[in-house]
């Protein structure tokens, strides 16, 4: 997947300045695609640029002025053929997962440190996703609200986003104490 695609499917949920899209990244698309800022004004830029969003400027008095962006009818037309082409599976790339693979013939300690402020990190997340899931949701129950409740996209990422971050708090807790467990073993 291209940051483009990335971006337009944020887009399609209002029209919004580069401020507003870096924002919404950090809410909701950060549950599968990390770009920072300025990788997003780039990309606003092309896709401007290649018809696929329209931007306009919005004159502000006691602030610069700002652009917003929506899609076009050509973004949505490449979203229909990005939706249609194959996914590559998805896979892991973590710097903490290779030095669990060498913490045999390292000091675990400090890898030790950092899987706990993983797990720390993992249950920040949680919380946060949890409240958007709700303030998603509404009134509705989950069940119900998967049923028929709208906007359902942006719904399914974030349980995705949420189940992923369960997950990886529950390995990096499980780790850690296995870790402390063999330094105690080994001391006493």
């Known amino acids: 997947m291209a940051l483009r695609h990335a971006v337009l499917a944020a887009l399609l949920s209002g029209e919004y300045s580069g401020y507003q899209l870096a924002k919404a990244f950090d809410v909701g698309v950060a549950n599968f695609w990390y770009a920072q800022p300025q990788q997003l004004y780039l990309e606003l830029t092309k896709l401007e640029k290649d018809g696929l969003i329209s931007g306009r400027q919005v004159v502000q008095e006691a602030r610069p002025n700002k652009r917003l962006f929506t ?21 892991i790339r973590d710097d903490l997962l290779v030095k669990v693979q060498a913490v045999d013939h390292i000091d675990a300690a400090p890898v030790i440190a950092q899987l706990d402020d993983r797990a720390a990190a993992a249950a920040a ?64």
């Open 71 to 91: 899609v076009t009818e050509a973004g949505k037309v490449e979203l229909a053929r990005f939706a249609t082409a194959d996914c590559k599976p998805s896979f």
């Open 125 to 188: 997340k949680i919380e946060f996703l949890d409240r958007l899931l709700r303030q998603l949701r509404g009134d509705l129950d989950e069940e119900t609200f998967l049923r028929r409740g709208e906007p359902l996209g942006p719904y399914l990422t974030c349980l995705r986003g949420r189940q992923f971050e369960q997950e990886h708090h529950t390995w990096c807790v499980r780790a850690a104490t296995v870790l402390r467990d063999r330094a105690k073993n080994r001391s006493s």
